[in-house]
């Protein structure tokens, strides 16, 4: 049997509340007798070995008063969270929710920075999951030098500046340690969908004339990137440009506001103005409503289980398979084709099971 996922967390937002619960709507399917290959909105179910329920949550950092201190299980349910509240029983996960980093207690050797590597090493944690707000690449920083230190792997979910880092990337893959990033590539998220019918006028011969793609939501994602969307733009720019896409007109607005009745609900608007035979219009608008943070959970219980996995097999640095499911992945996306993505992923697969 493969031991289970030991996770740590940083942010517990809407992201871990979707993992959170979805992992226990897995697990309760698999108590139903349902078997992994019929499960829904999984793209994977086994990496490394590690099924989609396999995780156990060990410890957490947060800064919200409605969290630190609290038990794990109590801390992902609160408010501002508002990730819908599935039908499962959710198990009791007591430890208590501990202080994150604050930006004057951040450098290592403070005292949050030794109080968070130990603790990262008492609970045994493989992977700690970096689920912060964008924009706070000092928080970045802080938490992927702990982790380092702590010999956990770390996975950076927001467009900041992790996995891109050739500093920070050499120095986790002189220590064996997998690093993972950056920027969640949503299951099924507007870049998939804008990259998907770009790449479709180029391969009809329909010249672009110009695109936009217009994002709104009422979680804390949304308010927060109204104000620090620079960094999330270029990553979803990276998205787009993955397959050879030419980007010069297109425009993104990563959160063009934040509408709180829609909750965790996200909404796209999709434009492509094209130029068909003899210079005619071709006009293309699509409207894309998801629930926001499934999304994301869709894509982190494969980075989380790739990350564990490669640290099983001492295999430092990036991991190839962790491409697609990444914006803006080290090294850029015309590295990796499908071939060393897949060999990654068997490579992954045939780590000795412990
Ligand atoms: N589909 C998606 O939802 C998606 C896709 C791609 C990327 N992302 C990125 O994932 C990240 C997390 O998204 P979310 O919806 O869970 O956000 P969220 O705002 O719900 O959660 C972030 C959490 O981090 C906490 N936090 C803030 N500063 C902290 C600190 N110094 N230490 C510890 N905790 C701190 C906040 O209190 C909050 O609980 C965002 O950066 C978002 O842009 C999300």
Not at 323 to 334: I, Q, W
């Amino acid at each position: 049997m493969t031991a289970r996922l030991r996770l740590a967390i940083a942010g517990v937002g809407n992201n871990i509340s979707a993992l959170f619960q979805g992992a226990e709507y897995y697990r309760k399917l698999t108590l139903q007798g349902v078997a992994e290959a019929d499960f829904v909105g999984i793209t994977r179910p086994r990496i490394g070995g590690l099924g989609v329920s396999d995780l156990d949550f060990v410890a957490a950092f947060e800064i919200h008063p409605n969290k630190v201190g609290k038990p794990f299980d109590n801390a992902v349910l609160a408010d501002p969270n508002n990730y819908p509240i599935l039908d499962v029983t959710l198990p009791k996960v007591d430890f208590i929710v501990d202080e994150g980093f604050t930006k004057e207690d951040s450098e290592p050797g403070s005292a949050r920075f030794k109080a968070i590597v130990s603790r990262l090493r008492e609970a045994k944690a493989e992977v700690l999951l970096y689920s912060l707000p964008t924009g706070l690449q000092w928080a970045l920083d802080a938490y992927a030098r702990a982790s380092l230190e702590a010999g956990v792997a770390f996975v950076n979910c927001t467009p900041d500046i992790g996995a891109r880092s050739p500093e920070l990337l050499a120095a986790y893959e002189k220590a064996a340690v997998p690093l993972i990033g950056d920027d969640l590539a949503s299951h099924l998220g507007t870049s998939v969908v804008h990259r998907t019918l770009l790449g479709l006028l180029s391969e009809r011969g329909i010249t672009l004339a110009s695109s936009y793609q217009l994002n709104f939501g009422g979680n804390e994602d949304f308010r927060n990137l109204r104000d620090h969307g620079a960094n999330k733009r270029d990553s979803k720019i990276n998205a787009l440009a993955q397959d050879g896409v030419d980007t010069s007109n297109v425009e993104i607005i990563p959160s063009a506001g934040y509408v709180p009745h829609l909750k965790d609900s996200k909404v796209a608007m999709l434009n492509l103005e094209g130029l068909g035979w003899a210079g005619t219009p071709v006009s293309l608008d699509l409207k894309l409503k998801v629930q926001d943070s499934s999304n994301a959970a869709g894509v982190i219980i494969d980075l989380v289980r790739i990350a564990a996995a490669a640290r099983r097999a001492r295999l430092g640095g990036f991991s190839a398979a962790a491409t697609r499911r990444l914006k803006s992945p080290a090294g850029g996306h015309p590295k990796f084709t499908p071939e060393i993505i897949e060999n990654s992923f068997n490579q992954l697969d045939a780590t000795p099971v412990r």
